[in-house]
């Protein structure tokens, strides 16, 4: 990716002149001002990508425009600085530094040096656009926001829209697959943090271990295998928002640290004796009741109510009433398109299963039912109740008949020891969960940790994270 606009500030008429020679040797678009006022006019006019800028002008200093810059709301507006500087005044351009510019060169300078400047920033410029991609990218299946006209849902939307104005720490619960991390983007979108990070850390799924140095990074030699300093996603979400997904998870050493970072704002990488500050909007989910959680010993409760600042629970999918179909008829569109497959849509038998049907996972669950009914449809005009599959509720299923199982083995089974019916249930549930660990673990009344920690110990999975 290179960049395009360039625009040359200085009142040295020859200055001006074989930069913009060696410039538009370059491809680059040109501009340049000899005056402060004539940079602001055009600055006002245009978007620059990078600009070359001299500290001591006629009509004022260099300085007030990175100033300027500085202001800017958007991160993506502000062009990157390389001041031009006599070779008397080093200080201003470290003076310049400070305040945000991207290099500095020293008159004379040679053809060989801009070049070298310029290389720089355009690999700078494209690990900035990459970084705005990403943390601006809206995958496909988000984009369109939090869907559903039941009071419910209107209600959650105008919830997240009041407390995206404000930097307040908010706490979203509800059961898998609700939208817990829908919400939570749609929160960082619509505040004034959007065109910052974004980040999203899934507690349940790091390993114990690693996971403080997820969150706060570590320094070099912290521990075996930190062989870099490495930046945690706090400090990744500096002035940006994280979402501490799964929060119910985390060790009570976590817990203790999270909440100096609540109250503080401050923590040190794992190994480092510095102690860094961030300025981050915290946004938590999980699937548990958290406040049993903090009756039962499992989760500090100074911490539970620094999360709890602005609660947003959303109602599970059964109890939204006609947005099932609505939410039915848009994945329908989605997933015809994306496995090219045209269909007529549901038949009305199909239509009353998908609203008699109990969604123990929700949204996630809706979506790939649907997916799932429209590849097996394929070919036939209408989706029918058979391609939905939804009277083999494996959830019901497992249920009802896991204690049985248990008790009654049959007659040719040889008796096994604990650790093989634990391993063979716990196969079982995530064969009906369609490996979906969080359902699983529910299920089965353990914490996802607890899940994966039996997963490696039974060699049922590769390690994760
Ligand atoms: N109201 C909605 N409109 C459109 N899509 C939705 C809606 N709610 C959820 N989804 C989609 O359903 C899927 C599950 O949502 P999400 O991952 O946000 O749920 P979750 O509550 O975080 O689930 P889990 O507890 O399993 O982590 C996602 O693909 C999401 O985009
Ligand atoms: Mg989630």
């Known amino acids: 990716m290179q960049f395009d606009k360039v625009l ?18 370059n491809r680059y678009t040109v501009a340049s001002a000899s005056t402060l006022s004539a940079a602001e006019n055009l600055l006002a006019k245009d978007n620059f990508d990078l600009v070359f800028l001299d500290v001591r002008l006629p009509d004022g200093d260099g300085k007030q425009l990175l100033k300027h810059f500085n202001s800017l709301p958007d991160s993506a507006e502000k062009p990157l600085t390389v ?53 601006s990218q809206v995958n ?32 979203i619960t509800g059961e898998n697959g609700t939208g817990k991390e829908l919400v939570a983007h749609e929160i960082h979108r619509q505040s004034h943090l959007a065109s910052n990070p974004y980040i999203t850390v899934n507690c349940a799924a790091i390993a114990e271990n690693l996971i403080e140095s997820e969150f706060f990074g570590h320094e070099k030699g912290a521990f075996t295998n930190a062989i870099q300093r490495r930046l945690g996603r706090f400090e990744l979400a500096n002035n940006g928002t994280i979402l501490l997904d799964e929060i119910a998870e985390i060790s009570p050493h976590l817990q203790a640290k999270l909440l100096r970072v609540l ?30 959680s903090v009756l039962k010993g499992d989760f500090r409760e100074d911490l539970y109510y620094r999360l709890n600042v602005f609660p947003i ?59 799932r009914a429209i590849i097996l449809s394929n070919g036939q005009e209408w989706i029918f109740p058979n391609a939905l599959n939804l009277s083999a509720n494996p959830v019901i299923e497992i249920s009802d008949t896991a204690g049985e199982t248990a008790s009654t083995p049959s007659q040719e089974e040889p008796l096994v020891n604990l650790e093989t019916v634990e391993k063979r249930h716990i196969l079982r549930v995530l064969e009906a969960t369609h490996g979906n660990r969080t359902k699983a673990a529910g299920l089965l009344d353990i914490s996802t940790r607890t899940l994966s920690n039996k997963l490696k110990q039974y060699a049922l999975c590769e390690t994760k994270g």
């Open 140 to 171: 496909d299946e988000e984009s369109v926001g939090l869907l559903g006209e039941s009071p419910a849902i209107k209600h959650i939307r105008s919830l997240i829209t009041k407390v995206a104005t404000t930097e307040a720490t908010v706490l």
């Open 263 to 292: 109250q503080e704002k401050e923590f040190e990488r794992v190994g480092g004796t510095k102690t860094l500050k961030v300025n981050v909007r915290v946004i938590a989910s999980t699937n548990r009741d958290l406040r049993q």
């Open 313 to 371: 629970e959303i109602p599970p999918l059964r109890e939204r009433g006609d947005d099932i179909l609505l939410l039915s008829d848009f994945f329908l569109k989605r997933y015809m398109r994306k496995h090219g497959i045209q269909l007529k849509g549901f038949s009305a038998e199909a239509k009353s299963a998908l609203m008699a049907h109990r969604w123990p996972g929700n949204v996630r669950e809706l979506q790939n039912s649907i997916e």
């Open 8 to 25: 040359i500030v200085d009142d040295e008429l020859v200055i001006r002149k074989s930069l913009e020679e060696q410039l538009r040797c």
């Open 83 to 135: 001041v031009i500087t006599g070779y008397g005044s080093i200080e201003s351009a470290v003076a310049c530094m400070k305040l945000g510019a991207f290099d500095y060169i020293i008159k004379p300078f040679s053809l060989q040096e801009i070049d070298v400047v310029l290389q720089k920033a355009e690999s700078f410029f494209h690990l900035m656009k990459v970084n705005q991609f990403f943390s």
